[in-house]
């Protein structure tokens, strides 16, 4: 049997990875059954179970992309010029970059991956993994603003990062919820309002 090229492999992944994630965006991850992703995808079972064995195989690397996605988001790539702490909406959101919440779709995936991650000991270790990193990178957006005299110094930076990684999840969730109604410049500018409120 000739082997296929390792482009119409990764090509196949792909089509069952997007099946599928249209299918969780739909159902759930638990109401989806692997049918439904046969289905979606329009392939046999045979062709998917070659590139994954089960339900919670996909599961994992749509969470792993997901969680990719979240790790890029907070990437910044001039840390000498950082974006305004009350701008770390636009990094989430995306100016220069495919954005993360620019669809109700995106955002219902990743509150999924959340939630599966209460089960999944390792997905877990993963997620916790990228927020690690995203903290990380918004900390040092932090003390980028503090050397700058934006911020006061003795502000702790990880207090400072972990919330605003919590207004960004709070706004994921609102748009998972809301969907388009959870408006993105009126949520940008009620932080940049509460921002700067002075003590």
């Given at each position: ?10 090509a196949?992944r ?15 991850f638990h109401?989806?059954?692997m ?7 329009g392939l ?16 994992a ?9 979240v ?8 840390a000498?010029?950082?974006?305004g ?19 109700e ?9 959340w ?5 999944s ?9 990228v927020?690690?990193e995203?903290?990380?990178v ?6 980028a ?12 930076v990880?207090e400072?990062a972990?919330?605003l ?5 709070g ?7 809301y969907?388009g ?6 949520f ?10 002075k003590?």
């Amino acid at each position: 049997m000739a082997r296929m090229p390792k482009e119409h492999l990764e090509a196949r992944r792909r089509q069952i990875l997007d099946a599928a994630r249209r299918c969780f965006v739909r159902n759930g991850f638990h109401a989806t059954s692997m049918q439904d992703v046969l289905a979606e995808a329009g392939l046999s079972a045979g062709a998917v179970y070659r590139y994954f064995k089960g339900k919670d195989d996909i599961i994992a690397a749509i969470a792993s992309e997901s969680l990719g996605e979240v790790a890029a988001a907070f990437r910044v790539d001039d840390a000498e010029r950082p974006p305004g702490l009350d701008d770390i909406v636009d990094l989430l959101l995306g100016v220069d970059r495919p954005p993360l919440a620019a669809s109700e779709e995106s955002a219902r995936l990743l509150i999924q991956v959340w939630s599966e991650a209460l089960r999944s000991p390792s997905l877990s270790e993963k997620l916790h993994e990228v927020m690690e990193e995203a903290r990380a990178v918004v900390g040092d957006l932090v003390r980028a603003h503090q050397r700058r005299g934006l911020l006061p110094a003795d502000v702790p930076v990880e207090e400072v990062a972990g919330v605003l990684v919590a207004v960004v999840h709070g706004f994921l969730v609102q748009r998972a919820v809301y969907g388009g109604r959870a408006d993105t410049a009126a949520f940008r500018d009620g932080l940049r309002a509460l921002m700067s409120v002075k003590r």
